[in-house]
């Protein structure tokens, strides 16, 4: 930001990374930051106190809507009592809270909280503590990597093989270093899709072009990220930052051409700008806005693990989201 002059910037992917890069480097040079997995709702919290100069988007939803749709997947799996262990940082704190206002109020019993430091050698400590009281499940807030070693040691130590798990856990290698026979009652939540010809475009190529599997953690939202900043880019006509951020909601215009992913559909998008015409970017998680704050909205996924596979079994829509908040008061 400060040698290169770059306008724009993609990330970070979690939430204590992407809050000091905002506060002290891209907020105050107002430079734009679009995050593809900070679900952190101190990020909304800063834009709403005029900390974030506008320039901040995300293309996953905030854990305050997610702790919603978790707390009702929970008790829908019959997890009434959850011992929760969760990474001791911005986001794991905000997960718990969210997640434990909807999950008592709905009816639900959190019978130990336990947060831990990351890269730890060993959690024998942490898990020996989740484990009072007997609970139907362990809901891990985690990383895949802490994540294996946490639940490997739950199973080893008697812990019921039952977990609830963040969208960040959605992950091949978390289910090859735990052991696909320990996880066929795994369920989790992510930050949802609704398919568009976009997602099947991505889902058959990203992995030649890339090398990343499709199923990776945030691997979609972080290709839409790509795909908006470039396309306002080019709707911006400069690579100035101020022109970058008005542009953003110009390219995903209500009213404005439909635009997929892929080489062809840019080459589209780019001549519709050029002849001054609007474009309605619809990518791999499905159309979506900004509102003022830089956030979107749902869908939520509902997947559990089977036989080492994931497997989306349900959704949850924003309105079920909000009717569940209606419900609780919150």
Not at 148 to 165: C, D, E, H, N, P
């Amino acid at each position: 930001v400060q040698v290169k002059k770059v306008p724009a910037l993609i990330g970070g992917i979690i939430s204590s990374v992407s809050i000091p890069i905002l506060t002290s480097v891209t907020g105050p040079a107002k430079v734009v930051q679009v995050s593809p997995a900070s679900s952190s709702p101190t990020l909304t919290a800063l834009g709403r106190e005029g900390k974030t100069n506008g320039v901040f988007f995300r293309t996953i939803t905030s854990d305050a809507l997610q702790g919603v749709a978790a707390a009702k997947y929970a008790l829908d799996q019959g997890f009434k009592k959850l011992s929760v262990i969760h990474v001791n940082n911005d986001f794991g704190v905000n997960m718990v809270n969210e997640f434990s206002k909807a999950y008592k109020a709905l009816g639900g019993e959190i019978v130990s909280v336990t947060p831990y430091n990351e890269k730890q050698p060993s959690y024998q400590a942490e898990v020996t503590a989740a484990m009072s009281g007997s609970p139907d499940a362990l809901y891990l807030i985690s990383y895949p990597v802490d994540g294996a070693t946490i639940a490997r040691q739950w199973i080893s130590q008697g812990g019921v093989a039952k977990f609830l798990l963040n969208d960040g856990m959605n992950s091949p290698d978390f289910i090859t270093n735990v052991g696909a026979k320990y996880l066929d009652d795994a369920f989790g939540t992510s930050s949802g899709t609704n398919p568009t010809p976009s997602t099947d475009y991505f889902m058959k190529n990203y992995k030649e072009f890339s090398g990343i599997e499709p199923s990776n953690p945030a691997a979609d939202r972080s290709y839409d990220a790509g795909a908006i900043v470039g396309l306002a880019i080019a709707q911006a006509g400069k690579a100035e930052p101020a022109a970058i951020k008005d542009a953003i909601n110009k390219v995903l215009d209500p009213k404005g051409e439909v635009i997929h992913a892929g080489k062809d559909e840019f080459a589209k998008a780019l001549k519709l700008i050029k002849d001054g015409k609007p474009i309605k970017y619809e990518g791999v998680i499905g159309p979506v806005s900004f509102d003022q704050y830089g956030d979107i909205t749902g869908p939520f996924r509902l997947w559990r693990i089977q036989k080492g596979e994931v497997t989306t079994v349900g959704e949850m829509t924003t309105a079920d989201v909000d009717a569940i908040k209606a419900k609780i008061g919150n």
